[in-house]
């Protein structure tokens, strides 16, 4: 996994017109033929299923800017964040008849990113009916009502600090600091709660097949074009 940025960032490259030269694309896309796994575009964002989509539907939401976290964007992306959710929400109700959790492992300093796997933010949202944080227990969380709340106090207080956040089931949006994250903890805890137990790490379960089935699903709800 040492080549995951080899030629720059992953996600830049795959998010603005450089598919390429990214991870994806070099280990997966060609070998598996899959031409293209985006399945929404906006000005600020590319929406496409996550490497470990151990769901159907398991999205990624990727500024197309270089940034490290979703709490250190601007007011702008956050607004069209909302907008996003709002339509891919639908899109998981339509299709899979599941409500949704996001979540994020972020930072806002190069030098201590906690357990970010890629160092490009990028937000998790998959369909799910289980309530995620009765299950993380080790971590202390504040609650919000918003991503713009939650940002205005991460600067506010700890502008630099690693973090966790996740949006539950419930819509409260859920932030702790910490700063010894394991990688991937949210994903693990996730898929151990409504997936195969154990196979939560993307670097060893791929679950190419996941990808194809929720770019296939994405086509028929024609949820790229409601990015336009």
Known sequence: MDNIHENGCTFCNECNGRKEL????????????????TVMDT??????PSLGSFVRGYLLIIP??????????????????DTIESK???????????KYILFEHGSSDESN????????????????????????KEYTYLSFDSFAEAS?????????????LCKDIDGRIY?????????????SLVCDLIAERGTGNWKVYPYIDNIKHTVADAAEYRLKSQGE
Do not use: W
């Open 22 to 37: 990214s991870y994806f694309e070099k280990a997966f896309a060609r070998k598996y033929g899959i031409p293209d796994r």
């Open 43 to 48: 000005p600020c964002f590319t929406v496409l």
């Open 152 to 164: 205005e106090y991460y600067r506010a207080n700890a502008f630099g600090r690693p973090y966790l």
């Open 175 to 187: 932030l702790s600091f910490a700063e010894k994250i394991p990688s991937q903890y949210f994903r």
């Open 113 to 136: 990113v906690g357990g970010m796997s890629v160092v490009h933010a990028h937000i998790h949202m998959l369909p799910c009916t289980t309530a995620i944080m009765p299950y993380s």
């Open 88 to 98: 891919i929400a639908a899109f998981f109700k339509k299709i899979y008849g599941k």
């Open 64 to 81: 197309k800017q270089h940034a490290l976290s979703f709490l250190s964007l601007s007011h702008e992306h956050l607004s069209e964040l």
